[in-house]
């Protein structure tokens, strides 16, 4: 969404969060953004990246994980959520996999427990290697302000753990 970019809006602006953050080298800047489809890998780093929405996704949107989010507690309403990427391959069939953590963002943190949920775990793989590394601070940051929001609104931050596993190997 061109208009909610900073950049767009105000020229003068330096924001480059979605280039910095883009493990594929997709996204350039040359009077407005662009986006090269072949090089994107559709991680949605960029959509967490953006401070002003200006990425989404029909497909992938928060809105769309958030419904899986809700569908994966079902009745069970102490149910634990999982959050993994397909390099930590998460146990348990409702377990709500990204291409990558840090497609997470702090509203996809705070939905489970909207939902009722009693706990998040993060399932975070050895991330040497991966093409997404880079982007390990950003999912600290985003880890850091769920953390946050949830504790105002009466949970303890240890409702969101992050249990590092070993890169499963297939």
């Not at 480059?16 to 350039?28: A, D, E, K, V």
């Not at 706990?119 to 999912?139: D, N």
Request: proline letters at 4%; glycine letters at 8%.
């Amino acid at each position: 969404e061109p208009r909610l970019c900073s950049r767009v809006r105000f020229p003068r602006s330096k924001c480059q969060l979605c280039l910095q953050g883009c493990p594929s080298g997709s996204l350039s800047w040359d009077k407005t953004l662009n986006i090269d489809t072949d090089r994107c890998t559709n991680c949605g780093i960029c959509i967490s990246s953006c401070l002003n929405g200006a990425f989404w996704s029909r497909r992938r949107g928060d809105e769309v994980i958030a419904l899986d989010i809700e569908r994966s507690l079902g009745a069970d309403k102490s149910h634990v959520i999982t959050f993994g990427c397909s390099r930590s391959s998460p146990n348990g069939d409702d377990a709500i996999i990204l291409s990558c953590l840090s497609r997470l963002t702090e509203n996809l943190l705070v939905a489970p427990f909207v939902f009722g949920a009693s706990r998040v775990e993060i399932q975070l793989p050895e991330c040497a290697g991966c093409t997404c590394e880079k982007c390990l601070s950003h999912l600290e940051h985003v880890i850091s302000l769920g953390r946050q929001l949830i504790v105002l609104v009466g949970k303890e931050n240890s409702c969101i753990r992050v249990n590092k596993v070993a890169k499963h190997v297939n």
